[in-house]
């Protein structure tokens, strides 16, 4: 499974971006997908994740309310949209695809080793 997220850009403070990832080479249903980010200096961290059917999605609390994320197995495309965005939300962005795990366990819906393929990543930079 290949996986491209884009969408990510620079935005002021307040702000909303929609990130976007496509996947390929796959059958997208299959897969609980994930988004994680990364600032420089730190470890990967989760942000969200969406169940396979698109029907359960858990978050991190730093960012609910105000982050979302949904899925459109019609088109292989997983969605982040982000709202009200703040400076340390600035980071590069990856969706991540997980196969086997049940994302009731936070252990399976949080850890990076748990998460199959990898997308590339989108930096999200906001100024203040």
């Known amino acids: 499974v290949q996986l491209q997220a884009f969408g990510g850009g620079l935005v002021q403070v307040g702000g909303s971006l929609r990130l976007s990832c496509a996947a390929s080479g796959g059958t997208f249903s299959d897969y609980n997908m994930g988004w994680f980010r990364q600032a420089v200096g730190k470890e990967r961290e989760f942000v969200t994740v969406?169940?396979?059917?698109?029907?359960?999605?858990f978050i991190k609390d730093s960012v609910k309310g105000r982050f979302t994320t949904s899925r459109d197995n019609a088109k292989n495309t997983v969605y982040l949209q982000m709202n009200r965005l703040k400076p340390e939300d600035t980071a590069v962005y990856y969706c991540a695809a997980n196969r086997e795990g049940n994302i009731l366990s936070k252990r399976n819906r949080e850890d990076v080793g748990r998460y199959d393929y990898w997308g590339k990543g989108t930096l999200v930079t906001v100024s203040s």
């Open positions: 969406i169940s396979r059917s698109g029907g359960s999605t």
